[in-house]
């Protein structure tokens, strides 16, 4: 029997459970279990009474009610940040996905060397948010970088991209662009699913390869299109690294890369305000709740599922 | 076969966690008990570059040396990456027994209990060579948390294969105004044809320039009770001087400026020769003169003379101190006292951490300096000074990010200097009171 059957069986209950096994599988996730409760649910639970606190890291928490919340109102260098993690987000995630898709139809069309181009697209993806990535970037559209020496090639003047803040969080966007290999990855096993015949009764009924991608492809692949998109913001909106090392931890130049988790990192480990940096971490998970919930109610009217 | 490797390994991972916990179990000391015979590892972290950590390790290893049963574990860091790293182990109840402290953190540490009151292990730790008034430099509130290492001194740097390649005579520093300074330095980018510039940006990574400024004038950042007390027109020429630099080619464009001065000492404009003035620390010159190959001089600060009275004054270039929550405070000052009294030690580590505190060790080592240590030596014996402002209050640690910052939003416009000095002085003024 195969493991898929041995599924299938188990899901109509036509398989005892034994208790035996049941424990050999607690054991065998026990240390799972242990790192969930202690490195993840533990700090997320002390995060949210720590937000409650005036907290310098190195004396006790002092309670003081609802302030850090309310600071959130008011503090404008935050307003900045916010803005910053928005233009992020809503620019660099339907890039992002644009490209994932438009690369993923091109390599679905056959191509000799698929293995070899699928692996070369999707590597960025497991380097991007690396530190040596992000070094890199710095080198790249550095004063001397590549990007001005290319453009000093064709005559035109450069500047240092990432010390000027009208062009520093272009460049990040542009990195998170370029990590498009992941859903790409997704998007070529939705391509694949796709049954061959609707195209080609399409094709018999005379319709343009335009209209088969709008009214074949783009309904049968909304599911996987939804599933990019609601990973991809929640992605987005937690970027650290990246701007952490271009910018030096300092999110400059003049706060332009300031991303949210940058500025709540400096709040509880420069300015030893962990109190407030717990308070913005769950303010974040708010933001990231409220995205997650409107894709999913505007799932509702674009999303087709072909059952 | 395979599995008999991998259970010796499984022991033998079982058996150094183990002995990891029950070294962690150790009692450990009291400040003023005797040192300890046991074998203990003490953990000690300072910020730097290359040649620091070189002479550092060498020092360790005489210290280990003189007591065997201590080992020293050196972890070393970016100045950035370095106060990152503290305030997280310091959070994890992990921080390094000793650790090298800045005036600009010294009061957040001490003020929050990190560090140990060092008159408790008077005992092993010997201050008899040091000045009252340098050793005063790193108590608070009559409790002494950091041992001086070094004195520095602002200084500005000039390249003087530069100056004699366009023909431009060294300025008298003697006198000089922070006008003249502009004058010359635009002699220099007229000649150095957008290749070379005159001064290098200051204001991003000197926040000590701005305090400068104030002195000269009789004022200061900070007043006794923590209180900002900058005058905003200080503040505000200040960020216009520097405008000025940057709109008259004077100093490089805005965006060569910040990368630069964040890309640390090695990719800075006098580093990299693209500058001939720069401020900077005069015991630097050893390190600039190394990056840059060229002949560099230490000059007089402008200005100095046209105020009330001048704006240079000693600064510890650096503190030891040993954390409060450390389990071995004795073996811990013993270390400190060591590298701030051994004759041995000192031979090794010369100024490279500022012209030595110590003032035996400052005269002991006298004749082993290189030219470049030498100069900055001098400069400091020879320059005039004023009484140091008081130490960067708690919660103002993150002084030098906001002037960067304020900087930042000048140069490229996005805010005029007054409007920025106004800014400034509200929120150094916000960080002190949350501190609170």
């Not at chain 1, 783009?218 to 271009?246: D, E, G, K, M, Y």
């Not at chain 2, 635009?186 to 104030?214: C, H, M, W, Y």
Request: with cysteine.
């Amino acid at each position: 029997m195969s493991a898929l059957d041995e599924l299938r069986q188990l899901r109509r209950g036509g398989v005892q459970v034994r208790k035996s096994d049941n424990r050999a599988a607690f054991w065998f996730l026990a240390p799972w279990f242990a790192g969930l409760l202690l490195v993840t649910i533990g700090p997320v639970v002390a995060s949210f009474a720590l937000g409650f606190t005036k907290y310098n890291l190195i004396q006790p928490p002092k309670f003081i009610g609802f302030d850090n919340f309310a600071r959130v109102l008011s503090d404008s260098r935050l307003h900045n940040a916010l803005r910053v993690t928005f233009t992020y987000v809503l620019v660099s995630v339907p890039l992002q996905l644009a490209c994932a898709l438009g690369v993923a139809l091109l390599l679905n069309r056959g191509l000799r060397g698929l293995a070899f181009y699928r692996s070369a697209f999707y590597l960025p993806s497991l380097l991007g948010s690396s530190v040596a990535i992000a070094v890199l970037w710095t080198q790249v559209f550095g004063t001397d970088g590549l990007v001005n020496r290319l453009l000093g090639f064709f005559g035109v003047e450069g500047r240092g991209w990432i010390s000027d803040p009208d062009t520093a969080l272009s460049t990040l966007i542009v990195l998170n662009v370029w990590t498009f290999g992941s859903p790409m990855i997704i998007f070529l096993a939705g391509l694949r699913q796709v049954p061959e015949v609707y195209y080609e009764a399409a094709a018999i009924d005379g319709a343009s390869r335009w209209a088969q991608f709008r009214r074949i492809t783009l309904p049968l692949l909304s599911p996987i299109l939804f599933f990019n998109l609601v990973l991809q913001i929640i992605h987005a909106f937690q970027s650290f690294t990246q701007a952490f090392v271009v910018s030096g931890g300092t999110g400059g130049p003049s706060d332009s890369t300031m991303f949210y988790t940058l500025y709540l990192y400096q709040q509880g480990f420069s300015r030893f305000d962990m109190g407030y940096a717990s308070a913005l971490a769950w303010f974040l998970l708010l933001i990231i709740a409220a995205f997650t919930a409107i894709n999913f109610w505007a799932a509702k009217y674009w999303v087709f599922y072909d059952d | 076969m395979l599995r008999g490797v991998r259970r010796g390994t499984a022991w033998a991972v079982l058996l150094s966690l183990t002995a990891s916990l029950l070294a962690a179990c150790g009692s450990g000391t009291e400040a003023g008990a005797d040192l300890t015979t046991e074998k203990v590892t003490l953990r000690f972290t300072w910020w730097g570059a290359d040649d620091r950590h070189k002479r550092t390790q060498q020092v360790i290893e005489m210290f280990q040396r003189k007591h065997p049963n201590i080992t020293v574990k050196g972890e070393f860091k970016e100045w950035n990456g370095y106060w990152d790293s503290l305030a997280t182990t310091m959070a994890a109840n992990d921080a390094p027994d000793i650790m090298q402290m800045d005036e600009l953190y010294i009061a957040s540490y001490a003020e929050r209990g990190a560090l140990l009151d060092l008159n408790e292990a008077k005992k092993h730790l010997d201050t008899a060579n040091f000045d009252q008034k340098a050793l005063a430099t790193g108590a608070i509130a009559g409790k002494q948390y950091g041992l001086p290492v070094g004195l520095g001194m602002y200084s500005i740097m000039v390249n003087l294969d530069l100056l004699a390649k366009y023909n431009i005579p060294v300025p008298d520093d003697t006198k000089w105004s922070w006008d003249d300074l502009r004058k010359i330095g635009e002699q220099v980018s007229k000649a150095g044809g957008g290749q070379v510039f005159g001064v290098q940006t200051p204001g991003i990574n000197d926040a000590a320039g701005l305090s400068i400024r104030a002195r000269q004038q009789g004022k200061a950042m900070f007043d006794a009770d923590a209180k900002v007390v900058l005058p905003q027109e200080i503040a505000r020429d200040y960020w216009q001087y520097i405008l000025d630099l940057a709109k008259s080619g004077v100093a490089p464009p805005p965006s060569v400026s910040v990368e630069k001065a964040s890309a640390g000492l090695n990719q800075s404009a006098t580093a990299t020769g693209t500058a001939a003035f720069g401020l900077w620390w005069n015991t630097q010159l050893t390190a600039l003169t190394a990056a840059s190959g060229a002949k560099l001089k230490l000059l007089r600060l402008p200005g100095e003379t046209q105020g009330t009275s001048p704006g240079a004054y000693y600064k510890p270039s650096m503190f030891w101190s040993v954390s409060s929550r450390s389990k071995y405070p004795a073996e811990s000052a013993a270390f400190v006292s060591f590298l701030a009294n051994d004759d041995e030690a000192a031979k090794v580590l010369l100024t490279e951490r500022g012209v030595p505190a110590n003032q035996k060790i400052r005269e002991s080592i006298a004749g082993q300096l290189k030219d470049t240590d030498k100069a900055a030596k001098e400069y400091l014996d020879t320059v005039p000074v004023s009484d140091p402002p008081r130490i960067t209050p708690n919660g103002a640690s993150t002084l030098d990010t906001i002037l960067k910052r304020h900087t930042e939003d000048v140069l490229f416009g996005r805010t005029t200097p007054d409007a920025a000095a106004a800014a400034f002085i509200r929120e150094v003024q916000s960080e002190v009171d949350a501190a609170r």
